[in-house]
């Protein structure tokens, strides 16, 4: 239908939005800034990469790898730093330090092989595998945020004294925002290895944290499907201007400054798209006979 | 210490940098009491409060909730013990409505399901026990909203509700927590003579529904002496005069501390 370009960019889209949902648990529902995704994001391509080519195992038990290897890491890298309490400033700092201790080690392991990275990965990442797994992802989150944990990373983000006191421990709810956001951060890189197929470290550099940082701020702090929109709007941005070359990336710098003047909470804000909002718009757009024949009423 | 004792305060002082303040105070409030914190502006009524719920720690001296020492324990494990409070400058979940601010607070107890069950086991168009669980503490909380008289404005956001209306979320979600042990920081900020009295009825009315034990920092005179079993007064940090609201209304001290030198009120 669609010739395998239109394909490759849909993929990215979809691997980007799985990233982007899990941040903005963290980031938009929980409050806290990351700029250190791409760590999460490597460690995951990295270690499916690894089960795949060395171990020559099956990708969904690469994708498995890549969850829990980037939890592990989500663990071990926020366990001191939240526990510590640290303002949330601090924190964004140490996770992008984070970030850049992960693309150093990842060029100097064996494992890794280096700052020269992994090829000739195998070609899993189908549309089609890649959407059921966003479909699935986005299940998940919908889940945890309409559930009680949702509900008290919502309020760990309105007021965490407020929070601290209607009995939540509030340390406990951020690590678990962030090991969900580190298991999506995983799994999306273990698409983007086999979408891409050649790993390297200097493609999970800081530009890509704020990148995903970015999206998840413009698409709005306290929505799933902002976000995602967002993100296939940032992935698309850069290939709908290919021609302008180099001022392409000039457009990126535009359209978040203009989210910033036009809708500061994000192009979402707090609302998600559903299907019944999409029936109740349609139903206003009819009574404001803006679309559709005149008088008409849909039947529920 | 026995069971009559609800809260006991004995030689607390809190210093930040050279500046004490809180210095050295002890006090006793019993089980189903009112008490009042007074003092000027800056004189450390609610650095107290913040080191009865840990949100700092007391530099010396302890705190005993029942007769359990709770000096140095977690936020979240006071709460758990039976310690609810509000705040002087509200703190509510602003984003989220009214009901699920109650909400918050009431599924803190008994959470029907875990993690992994709400991560996992939410299909949607199939009962299961996190929609039922959302069913239930809807109705639950509705009975804190109409306790304090907000049931009308559920489903608003609580940043949307007018300030006074704020006040009694505040309490219904401190409620919700179903405490033993409730403190109020200044809940009549802000409110006129009329919102004043009928505040006071409020609490006077869950007090003795709740079977409450009440610590209240106040500066509306007519609602601290109409309320109060008992008045501690406190200055600078420091401890003032103690006594029911009779005895305080005609400490020489007291109106010294309050209107600068000699008086006559």
């Known amino acids: 239908m669609f ?3 239109i394909w490759g960019v849909i ?3 979809m691997y980007t939005s799985i990233i ?35 171990f020559e195992l099956p990708f969904f038990v690469g994708v498995i790898g890549a969850a829990l290897t980037s939890g592990l890491a989500s663990l071990i890298i926020g366990y001191p730093t939240l526990r510590a309490k640290l303002r949330s400033d ?47 992802v986005l299940w998940v989150t919908k889940n945890y945020i309409f559930s009680r944990y949702g509900r008290m990373s919502i309020s760990v983000r309105e007021d965490p004294i407020a929070a601290e006191m209607a009995g939540i421990n509030v340390v406990q709810v951020r690590l678990r925002a962030l090991l969900f956001s580190a298991i999506c951060a995983g799994i999306g890189g273990a698409i983007y290895a086999h979408y891409i197929r050649f790993i390297q470290p200097s493609m999970f550099i ?54 910033m003047v036009l809708r500061p909470s994000g192009i979402f804000g707090y609302k998600e798209i559903t299907i019944r909002g999409m029936r109740n718009l349609v139903r206003r757009l009819r009574k404001q006979k803006l679309i559709g024949p005149e008088g008409v009423e849909i039947d529920e | 210490m026995s069971k009559d004792t609800a809260l ?64 140095g324990k977690q936020p979240e494990e006071i709460v758990k013990l039976g310690i609810a409070r509000t705040f002087q400058n509200i703190r509510l979940f602003k984003k989220l409505t009214v009901i ?10 008994n959470p029907k399901y875990n993690v992994m069950q709400a991560l996992f086991t939410n299909f949607p168009f199939v009962n299961n026990k996190i929609k039922k669980s959302e069913i239930e503490l809807r109705e639950e909380a509705k009975k804190y909203l109409r306790d304090v008289g907000i049931e009308e404005y559920a489903y608003k956001t609580a940043e949307s509700l007018p300030y006074g209306l704020q006040r009694k979320l505040e309490i219904a979600r401190a409620l919700a927590l179903n405490p033993r042990l409730l403190l109020l920081d200044e809940p009549a900020a802000g409110m006129n003579p009329e919102e004043t009295r009928e505040l006071t009825e409020l609490i006077r009315t869950l007090a003795k529904k709740f079977d409450l034990s009440v610590l209240l920092i106040e500066h ?28 305080i209304q005609n400490d020489p001290k007291v109106l010294e501390a309050y209107l600068g030198g000699e008086a006559d009120a």
């Open chain 1, 3 to 5: 010739s395998s370009y």
């Open chain 1, 11 to 13: 993929t990215v889209c």
């Open chain 1, 20 to 54: 982007v949902v899990g941040l903005a648990v963290f980031t938009g529902f929980t409050g806290l800034v990351s700029l250190g995704h791409a760590a999460f994001v490597a460690i995951g391509a990295y270690t499916c990469a690894i089960l795949t080519k060395t």
């Open chain 1, 90 to 136: 601090y924190f964004t700092i140490t996770t992008l330090g984070f970030g850049e201790a992960m693309r150093v080690i990842l060029e100097n392991l064996e494992i890794t092989n280096g700052a020269r990275g992994i090829g000739g990965l195998g070609n899993y990442s189908h549309p089609i595998t890649v959407f059921v797994i966003l479909v699935i």
């Open chain 1, 206 to 259: 800081s530009t890509q944290s704020t990148l995903y940082t970015a999206i998840v701020v413009a698409g709005g702090m306290g929505s799933i499907t902002g976000p995602c929109i967002a993100a296939c709007i940032f992935t698309m941005i850069p290939e709908v201007l290919r021609v302008a070359d180099q001022w392409r990336m000039v457009a990126y710098g535009a359209v978040l400054v203009a989210i």
């Open chain 2, 8 to 71: 006991k305060i004995d030689g607390l002082t809190k210093a930040f940098g050279g500046i004490k303040a809180v210095e050295n105070l002890s006090f006793e409030l019993k089980t189903g009491e009112i008490m009042g914190i007074i003092g000027p502006n800056g004189a450390g009524k609610t650095t107290v409060f913040n080191l009865i719920t840990s949100v700092y720690q007391p530099t010396e001296g302890n705190i005993y909730f029942e007769g359990q020492n709770i000096t």
């Open chain 2, 100 to 109: 699920e601010n109650v909400i918050t607070a009431l599924d803190l107890n």
């Open chain 2, 220 to 247: 509306h005179m007519d609602l601290v002496m109409n309320l109060c079993d008992h008045l501690y007064v406190i200055n600078f940090g420091k401890f003032l005069a103690e006594g029911t609201p009779e005895v």
